[in-house]
């Protein structure tokens, strides 16, 4: 089973820029489809992003589509969400997940695509 560990959340205002890291540990990574997801308080998670095991294609909420995103480096483990024009809706915890599921499965955003996921960090947006 692989381990996800998120960091690079914080506070920033609306407009500001934050970028997300999470660190994979055992298991598999480098062949697999990671995703963010993030959940604010009082609503159910919600999907972000996603990238193919490749980096090759890359698949985005309509929400945050042309402000975050999503890379991955294979060598490092890592994968990122670079996140620019930050709103107060942003505000959430947000997760990585991995998985092992095709891409076509992966991109739906539904949480039975994915099989493990980090403790979540929290990212707080102020107008």
């Known amino acids: 089973q692989v381990q996800l560990v998120e960091s690079g959340g914080g506070l920033v205002q609306a407009g500001g820029s934050l970028r997300l890291s999470c660190a994979a540990s055992?298991?598999?990574?480098?062949?697999?489809?990671m995703g963010w997801f993030r959940q604010a308080p009082g609503k159910e998670r919600e999907f972000v992003a996603a990238?193919?095991?490749?980096?090759?294609?890359?698949s985005y909420a309509d929400s945050v589509k042309g402000r975050f995103t999503i890379s991955r480096d294979n060598a490092k483990n890592t994968v990122y969400l670079q996140m620019n024009s930050l709103k107060p809706e942003d505000t959430a915890v947000y997760y990585c997940?991995?998985?092992?599921?095709?891409?076509?499965?992966?991109?739906?955003?539904?949480?039975?695509?994915?099989?493990?996921w980090g403790q979540g960090t929290q990212v707080t947006v102020s107008s």
């Open positions: 990238i193919s095991w490749g980096a090759g294609s890359t």
């Open positions: 055992g298991g598999t990574f480098g062949t697999s489809p």
């Open positions: 997940a991995r998985s092992q599921k095709t891409w076509a499965y992966a991109t739906r955003g539904t949480y039975s695509a994915y099989d493990s």
